[in-house]
């Protein structure tokens, strides 16, 4: 037994996933991940064998992120399919405590070189098992080792296709880092209204629905020259509201990386596409952000329009925790059913369509379970609040 | 200035009775006391060698520093105890006064007249690592600083103060003057917390390894270790990894190795292997001394204390130290 063990462990001497990180990377990758961080709490690591595929969801489900780091990004990279052969290494570790590891404000003007590795049972000591090892190298020959716990777990991906989408647009990140700018900085929601021949971006608040001008908040508008654009192709006038957070999370990430930030989008309820990409094929970052469904939609969507405004539904919300709600929108619930296979398992907000599989063209991803069960992930969410 | 003349009229009224001490600038006496306001309540010794604070910590660490007498401008501590005015000397050697006080209120009075930056000098000159942190926001800070200090501005945000104590040590005056604007505090004192002796304790037993290195590096180590870790280990070896810090926590381990003969680790001695654990509360109470300072000297003994020093430059010329001892967890392996 234990020749065989030691034999093996020749034969496995590298390490399933092996990533060498220059200091020149070391800004960018601390960069994504305090990116990822804005959004969720969870890193989601795929090594495939060409690449390292990072991704992470907020809590509500309706903010995805996923950044696909090609070797190039790396001095070197080097990943094997698991030893039991059942494909690329998935797992995931919290992201506050890897982040802190390159918060440091020194941290990137020190090290030389960051190792990152992912041992395996045979490769690695019992202590070492189940690890994220990221071993960093800095001057004056000091070593700092962090062994960071991670959960073996289903990849998280989104269904999406950017290619399908009928609009699109590029902008360099110069000219749309200020865009947010303007808006109050408290305010949730934001409206992008594209037409033709025109963009605006738009304060968005539920009160602006609401009959009594006095409830109305401030407004803001933004109106951008389709000319600043380095595209612009829109078929149709299309109004998407999405997170401000997160719109600024996207900005503020084109801006770092100083590339320019590409968004795809349909139409409202679905969700819109933002890439960032360094060429030549050293990373892609795709941000995939649910909008929220017009009140009207949704109506001609469940044929039914006392009840639409009940469709907060929780259909996954354990029965006992909102009974009331449940019963009441159950007749409601039978239209969405089907949606929801295809958007990310058990999509919490009813209000927004979450991330949406096209019903045409090439899937680029397929959707799995989460790692976390059902009641933990819908539990914190709140019920969102209807049009009334 | 007239203004000095005004306060030294004032406090020349009851001489004899009184401790006298006057620093020309408060910036000083501020510093090290942000280096160990980790408690409320500080105990304060003035006695012929200075003015000494201790601050106590669950009895497992103490937090030291002082203003050496040589750094006052003026230092005058009564010939004579209480009671005996014209009595021998070899009386009053030891004599000194010893009170609590509460240390936010005490550093509210000495920086009512704001302006004493929170910028420890040590950074403020910059480079003084060789540039590896002269980027962003330190750099401002020197451009700002050298425009201050510079020429004839030197003196003119620089706030003097005058302390002055009865030899009860029954309340602490304080006065500040900055540019002919004068201060006045008076401040209860309360009666001295009985302390542990760790010092001398420490003292005791054998030195086991000394290591003198570049704050800054430590304090990067310090702020890579995770919050959530109770304890850090602390191993110093003869031989590699020479000087190794580890924690675990709840998101995983992390380790740091330093060799030493680099520009980090200045110097290094060790007699033989050691490991010791500390919890990482108490280490994390010395983190802002450890930002205020440009080097640390860190001290192991035969019974696993450990005794960091902290160099922090003051202001142009003087240096002054703060120590913390921090006692080990006994009884490790049992834990």
Redesign the interface.
């Known amino acids: 037994m234990d020749v065989l063990a030691l034999a093996a462990s020749i034969l496995l001497a590298r390490p399933p996933m092996e990533a060498i990180l220059s200091a020149a990377a070391l800004k960018p990758f601390a960069k994504i991940l305090q990116t990822l961080n804005k959004v969720g709490e969870d890193l989601y690591i795929q090594a495939r064998v060409n690449k390292l595929v990072l991704s992470t969801v907020n809590a509500s489900r309706s903010a995805f992120v996923l950044v696909t780091l090609q070797p190039a990004f790396f001095d070197s990279y080097s990943a094997k399919r698991n030893a039991d052969d059942q494909g690329p290494i998935r797992c995931h ?2 992201l ?2 890897l982040l ?2 390159f ?5 990137t ?2 090290i030389e070189s960051c190792r990152l590795s992912l041992p395996t049972a045979i490769t690695s000591t019992a ?1 070492d098992q189940d ?2 090892i990221i071993t960093l190298h800095c ?11 991670y959960a073996p777990t289903d990849p998280l991906t989104a269904l999406y296709t950017k290619n399908a989408c009928r609009n699109k647009w590029t902008i360099s990140s110069k000219l749309s880092h200020d865009w947010v700018n303007c808006f109050w900085h408290r305010l949730e929601e934001i409206t992008l209204g594209c037409g033709r021949d025109y963009m605006r971006l738009k304060s968005f608040s539920e009160d602006a629905q609401a009959e009594d001008p006095t409830s109305r908040s401030l407004q803001t508008e933004l109106q951008v020259d389709t000319n600043d654009f380095d595209l612009f192709s829109v078929q149709h006038d299309v109004h998407l509201t999405i997170s401000l957070k997160d719109f600024k999370t996207v900005l503020s990430f084109a801006d770092a990386m100083n590339q320019p930030v590409s968004a795809y989008f349909d139409h409202a309820g679905s969700p819109i596409i933002f890439t960032i990409t360094q060429p030549p094929d050293v990373f892609t970052a795709d941000f995939v952000l649910a909008s929220l469904r017009p009140p009207d939609e949704e109506d001609d969507d469940l044929g039914t329009s006392g009840g639409a405004s009940m469709r907060t539904s929780q259909q996954a919300i354990p029965s006992q925790q909102y009974p009331t709600q449940q019963q009441q929108s159950h007749p409601t619930q039978e239209p969405d059913a089907d949606d929801d296979d295809e958007v990310l398992p058990s999509s919490p907000q009813p209000q927004r369509r979450g991330i949406h599989a096209p019903s045409t063209g090439d899937v680029t991803h397929v959707s799995a379970t989460p790692f976390r069960d059902e009641e933990e992930v819908i539990g914190p969410t709140p019920p969102r609040r209807a049009y009334e | 200035m007239a203004q000095d003349a005004f306060l030294s009229g004032r406090s020349t009224a009851n001489a004899s009775s009184h401790f006298k001490g006057k620093l020309d600038n408060v910036r000083s006496l501020v510093t090290i006391l942000k280096a160990i306001s980790f408690k409320e309540k500080a105990n304060c010794v003035i006695n012929r060698q200075g003015i000494q604070f201790i601050v106590e910590e669950s009895k497992a660490s103490q937090a030291r520093t002082q203003i050496r007498e040589s750094h006052f401008r003026e230092f005058l501590f009564p010939r004579s105890r209480l009671g005996s005015p014209n009595g021998d000397d070899s009386g009053d050697i030891d004599s000194e006064i010893c009170f609590c006080i509460e240390l936010p209120t005490l550093l509210d009075c000495l920086t009512i007249f704001g302006g004493t930056s929170a910028i420890p000098y040590s950074l403020s000159t910059g480079g003084n690592d060789g540039g590896q942190r002269g980027h962003g926001g330190f750099f401002g800070a020197s451009q700002i600083q050298d425009t201050q200090t510079g020429g004839l501005g030197k003196d003119r945000d620089r706030v003097a103060v005058r302390v002055i104590c009865p030899l009860d040590g029954d309340h602490l005056s304080l006065m500040l003057e900055e540019r002919g604007v004068v201060t006045e505090c008076r401040l209860t004192t309360y009666n001295p917390e009985a302390l542990t002796d760790l010092f001398s304790t420490f003292a005791e037993q054998r030195m086991v390894s000394k290591l003198i290195m570049k704050s800054d590096w430590l304090r990067d180590a310090f702020s890579e270790l995770d919050g959530t870790s109770d304890t850090i280990t602390l191993h110093i070896s003869p031989d590699a990894p020479y000087f190794r810090l580890s924690a675990s926590s709840l998101a995983g381990d992390a380790q740091m190795d330093y060799p030493k003969d680099t520009d980090v680790i200045e110097s290094f001695h060790c007699l033989h292997p050691i490991e010791n654990h500390y919890q990482h509360t108490l280490l994390q109470s010395c983190l802002k001394a450890l930002s205020l300072s440009s080097k640390t000297s860190i001290r192991v003994n035969e019974a696993g204390f450990l005794s960091m020093q902290f160099m922090i430059n003051v202001n142009e010329k003087d240096i002054e130290f703060v120590e913390y001892l921090i006692s080990p967890i006994a009884d490790w392996e049992n834990e």
Do not use: E, F, M, Q
């Not at chain 1, 001057?139 to 716990?149: A, D, F, S, V």
């Open positions: 570790v919290l506050k405590p802190n590891i918060r440091a404000k020194a941290s003007t020190t202590t690890r994220l001057k004056h020959g000091i070593t700092k080792t962090h062994k960071l716990h």
